[in-house]
């Protein structure tokens, strides 16, 4: 079993900064692409950012130069640094990763179970 496992979400001021935590566990091959997708209330699921193996970013336009992806690919975590937090920031974040199970030969998608933000103006 594959598993993704998100925390950091939280509360947080207009202007303030949250950190999420995403680490991937169980029976792993390997990991290509891992990312951050996000939605709010009566919104379509939007990508926030994503990453590859080799550390090459993509970002949403609402989030270039306020939010930060990484990753440690030696522990299987991605992580997302969000400064300047607004409140049309506000929504379920969700962890999502292209993972070779250790019993296949191809990739799959895996999702985490979702962390809440929440910006309060």
């Known amino acids: 079993q594959v598993r993704l496992v998100e925390s950091g979400g939280g509360l947080v001021q207009a202007g303030g900064s949250l950190r999420l935590s995403c680490a991937a566990s169980?029976?792993?091959?390997?990991?290509?692409?891992m990312g951050w997708y996000r939605q709010a209330p009566g919104k379509q699921h939007e990508l926030v950012a994503d990453?590859?193996?080799?550390?090459?970013?993509n970002y949403a336009d609402s989030v270039k130069g306020r939010f930060t992806i990484s990753r440690d690919n030696a522990n299987n975590t991605v992580y997302l640094q969000m400064n300047s937090l607004k409140p049309e920031d506000t929504a379920v974040y969700y962890c999502?990763?292209?993972?070779?199970?250790?019993?296949?030969?191809?990739?799959?998608?895996?999702w985490g179970q979702g962390t809440q933000v929440t910006v309060s103006s």
């Open positions: 169980g029976s792993i091959s390997s990991i290509n692409a």
């Open positions: 999502n990763a292209d993972i070779i199970p250790s019993y296949s030969v191809r990739a799959y998608q895996y």
């Open positions: 990453i590859t193996t080799g550390g090459s970013t």
